[in-house]
């Protein structure tokens, strides 16, 4: 439908542009017209509504665009919700639907509902008297975390909105309280009702008395001998950035930012002559999930969707030069809509630079004098660092000179922790302290990329090395080859990594050609951990079911967004991927997207803690018969005074 007119925003520039203040703020303005916005109304979710790839990819500067927003709507009163498509071209208000919370799910959590689980929790009289058993009597320095309910539903009211509280305690108002868990205790909280509707007691566990501070003042004295390391780029860097275009090394892409995913790049191409050559028209993380593994009543239910229940890119840190970023940097600040609807401004949000890489390439002729040549690497870093309770994340694009793109994440903060009686440990967990137990658990990143190799039109193959029999076609027993087989219906789109066999997974144009007959092809390289290890058919595996297969292969449609659907807050599961590869779509030679799933599986160490230095995970793609040959032969030698001058 249409209705609702009102005055447009002002256009930007390009139709894949971040959200800016006067969009929001234009959008807020249009449904607060229509009557959808009340006292009570909050914006769980302002995104854009992206064009399709074929739309974006024919704009050509000075066009005129059209901007629409896709906006989430909670009644903080009722827990009622809805979805709202705004074009703020046109001031008008598309559509907008109630959301069904059995069927749709739930909007995200909301920063003000994290206030609220505190003040119900630490009110109610039933979670008192319990502290009280366990001889906390002062509850001020108590901390009630709020947490993603994940499928829980309370029988009396299966529309709850609700979330869930754990207990942790603090000696001070600086205490690092993650060092103080409160064992067996759980609080439900309706959030709309503002109360406790249950209260889970398996029994008091003492609480771990050792604190576990990790600030400079509590480990001195530091060490004397690190002298300064000094990164500068005296002419300035490399890169060109034109509002949200940059240019760096052959790549050309946009750099978008929003509250769900947070950092997103589009329309990732690579010069190749006189030719801008297409490799990915969207990467994103598409969602991210943290499962424990203990088995008890009280830490059974915990596993976390940071994107889906807690939006990521609305967590996100606002970076310090020297500290998150060094070198020559440039920063880029993102524009989000808070809980009331209005635009704020998160500064120095994305981080961007170069950063010398080692060796891109060498050789030594011994029959030429032992005449060597060589050439340094340089790769360029888009990066955004997000904080969701305890853990802190940074996010890392790398672009190389020679088309190589990777995907990092690197985990570090505060592993989440839990009580136990001092020396029993737990076989789900590593006593990191004194009766402080930091359990078992997975992180599994799932990466959205929509690729576009040399064009829209691609192809998944899986390859595997496989030895050859021995026989007439090796009678030496040496040889070995690889074998590709196409991904070719969505029932087959879910796969698994095989180390053993080397897999890996092609992503070829079969009507682009290289020099040699062959199609040009990007090939995902995945760092391979287990996929999600919670059984099947279990509350968790169902809604994590995206963790389940290293590799997801889909037919691209605009509204397959995110990996476990769109709303998977106290979602029983079942959406997204799995809705996806039922069957019967062709996957051969049209619009893809590729969602690869990886990240450790963490059993923490005693060097976990207090805090824990970053474990990187990660994966990426290479150029495989993309280029005709190495793409990097045009690098100019070294300088005088450089690394490799004579």
Not at 340 to 368: R, S
Not at 377 to 386: E, H
Not at 609 to 630: A, E, I, Q
Request: aromatic share 6%.
């Amino acid at each position: 439908m249409t209705c609702c007119h009102s005055e447009p925003a002002v256009a930007a520039p390009h139709p894949l542009d971040p959200l800016s203040a006067d969009e929001i703020g234009t959008a807020r303005r249009i449904l607060h017209e229509a009557g959808k916005v009340t006292e009570s109304t909050r914006f769980p979710l302002v995104l854009l509504d992206e064009p399709d790839r074929h739309t974006a990819s024919a704009h050509h500067e000075g066009d005129p665009v059209v901007r629409r927003i896709r906006v989430t709507l909670l009644d903080s009163a009722t827990g009622g919700s809805a979805e709202a498509l705004v074009d703020v071209t046109a001031g008008a208000v598309v559509s907008y639907r109630d959301l069904e919370p059995g069927k749709d799910g739930r909007p995200q959590v909301t920063f003000e509902e994290y206030a609220i689980v505190e003040e119900v929790v630490k009110a109610d009289p039933g979670w008192r008297k319990a502290m009280a058993e366990r001889g906390v009597t002062d509850t001020r320095l108590a901390v009630a975390a709020p947490l993603g309910a994940g499928a829980l539903q309370v029988d009396d009211k299966p529309g709850r909105r609700m979330m869930r509280s754990l207990t942790w305690l603090r000696c001070s108002e600086a205490d690092n309280a993650w060092a103080h868990p409160v064992g067996g205790l759980v609080a439900d909280v309706d959030v709309v009702e503002r109360r406790v509707v249950r209260l889970i007691d398996t029994g008091a566990v003492p609480v771990p008395q050792e604190c576990g501070r990790y600030e400079a003042e509590f480990n001195g004295p530091a060490r004397t001998d690190l002298r300064p390391l000094e990164i500068t780029q005296t002419e300035g860097p490399s890169f060109t950035l034109t509002g949200h275009r940059l240019t760096w090394q052959n790549w050309t892409f946009r750099i978008d930012f929003n509250a769900r995913e947070g950092l997103v790049l589009h329309q990732l191409t690579q010069r190749d002559g006189d030719r801008a050559r297409p490799v990915l028209h969207r990467a994103s993380l598409g969602e991210m999930a943290v499962a424990y593994g203990e088995a008890e009543e009280a830490r059974n239910w915990v596993a976390f969707l940071d994107a889906g229940e807690y939006s990521l890119g609305r967590n996100a840190n606002a970076l310090k030069l020297g500290c998150d970023c060094l070198g020559e940097i440039r920063y880029l600040d993102a524009v989000l809509a808070d809980d009331l609807g209005n635009p704020e401004t998160l500064p120095n949000a994305i981080c961007i630079h170069e950063e010398d890489a080692g060796l891109l390439w060498k050789h030594t002729d011994i029959f030429n004098d032992m005449a060597a040549e060589s050439r340094r690497s340089r790769r360029l870093v888009i990066s955004f660092i997000a904080t969701v309770g305890n853990y802190d994340y940074g996010f890392f694009w790398y672009l190389h000179q020679d088309g190589t793109i990777r995907f990092e994440v690197k985990s570090t903060g505060i592993v989440q922790t839990s009580a136990v009686r001092p020396g029993d440990g737990s076989p789900h967990g590593t006593e990191v302290a004194p009766g402080l137990l930091a359990p078992y658990h997975q992180h599994l990143f799932c990466a959205r990329l929509d690729v576009a190799v040399d064009g829209h039109a691609n192809t998944v193959e899986e390859v595997d090395v496989v030895p050859v029999p021995t026989g007439p076609g090796n009678p030496a027993g040496n040889a070995f080859t690889a074998r590709a087989t196409p991904i070719s219906d969505s029932a087959d789109g879910g796969r698994l990594a095989d180390p053993s066999a080397g897999r890996h997974w092609r992503i070829t144009n079969p009507g682009s050609r290289n020099r040699m007959g062959g199609p040009v092809a990007y090939t995902l390289v995945p760092d391979t951990n287990p996929v999600l290890l919670a059984q099947p058919g279990s509350a968790v595996s169902r809604r994590v079911a995206f963790g389940t297969r290293h590799l997801w292969v889909t037919r691209h449609l605009p509204d397959r967004r995110y990996p476990a659907g769109d709303y998977p807050n106290q979602h029983h599961g079942g959406t997204g991927v799995p809705e996806w590869t039922a069957g019967g779509e062709s996957l051969e030679d049209t619009e893809l997207t590729v969602w690869h799933t990886f990240g450790p599986t963490h059993l923490p160490r005693l060097e976990d803690w207090p805090v824990m230095p970053v474990d990187v995970c990660g994966f990426t793609l290479k150029p495989t018969g993309f280029f005709d040959r190495n793409p990097a032969l045009d690098l100019p030698k070294e300088r005088a005074g450089g690394h490799c001058a004579t």
